[in-house]
């Protein structure tokens, strides 16, 4: 079974803190993702990696950066966190190529900014 | 990303099917998938379609696809209690790299 494990269920930071959100897969799938979902908004893209190294821009990348130094590896990191940064966080992974690009998705993080 | 819509809510009674419907804008799109989630968790993969599928049945499970209309549908038959979440529809465009474009998915309530 794939697994994908995000590093937190449940994180409070505050205003202007840096925030690391960690997310590891262990099919060594090329393509991995992160999203942010809100009520009403359903998820948005904010950044996804299609190799080592390689990162490219969502929906949504403002106040967001990421890391990809390992295949199994993506880290989504906001460089001072603010209260507009409240949301859930959801990590996927997908292989290139597979049969159909299935996306599968890690369980989430909530971050709470104060 | 191109539009995909999905209403917002659906209430069903247990033992009734479910049908949550979707429509999509970019012709382009090679795959349809729904996920499901569940309170307080990710998303599980439910299903998917290829583009050239008109129909696909997994157990309780029957997605539709009307291509030229660009509408989806999932119909969850013998609605049980369990499958009260919410649903999303998403496409993957080919042309797009590797991201799914995803509704604002379906909270669907399922009462006794």
């Known amino acids: 079974d794939v697994k994908v494990t995000q590093s937190s269920r449940y994180l409070v930071k505050r205003t202007g803190e840096k925030v690391f959100l960690e997310c590891v897969q262990d099919m060594d799938h090329e393509n991995m993702f992160w999203y942010r979902q809100d009520p009403g908004l359903g998820l948005r893209l904010i950044y996804f990696s299609y190799d080592v190294k390689m990162k490219e821009k969502g929906d949504i990348p403002e106040g967001y950066s990421v890391s990809r130094e390992k295949k199994e590896r993506f880290s989504l990191i906001l460089e001072s966190a603010s209260t507009n940064q409240t949301s859930m966080y959801l990590c996927?992974?997908?292989?290139?190529?597979?049969?159909?690009?299935?996306?599968?998705f890690g369980p989430g993080t909530r971050l709470t900014v104060l | 990303g191109e539009d995909v819509e999905q209403s917002l809510f659906l209430s069903v009674r247990e033992g009734d099917s479910s049908v949550i419907n979707c429509t999509y804008t970019d012709s382009s799109s090679t795959y349809l998938y729904w996920y499901k989630q569940e309170p307080g968790a990710g998303l599980q993969l439910l299903t998917y379609i290829f583009s050239n599928m008109d129909m696909k049945q997994d157990q309780r499970l029957t997605v539709l696809l009307n291509k030229k209309d660009k509408h989806l549908s999932l119909r969850i038959a013998d609605t049980q209690t369990g499958d009260s979440a919410i649903y999303f529809c998403a496409d993957l465009v080919s042309n797009s790299g590797y991201a799914l474009n995803f509704g604002k998915g379906t909270s669907l309530l399922v009462t006794p």
């Open positions: 996927a992974s997908s292989s290139t190529g597979g049969a159909t690009d299935t996306q599968y």
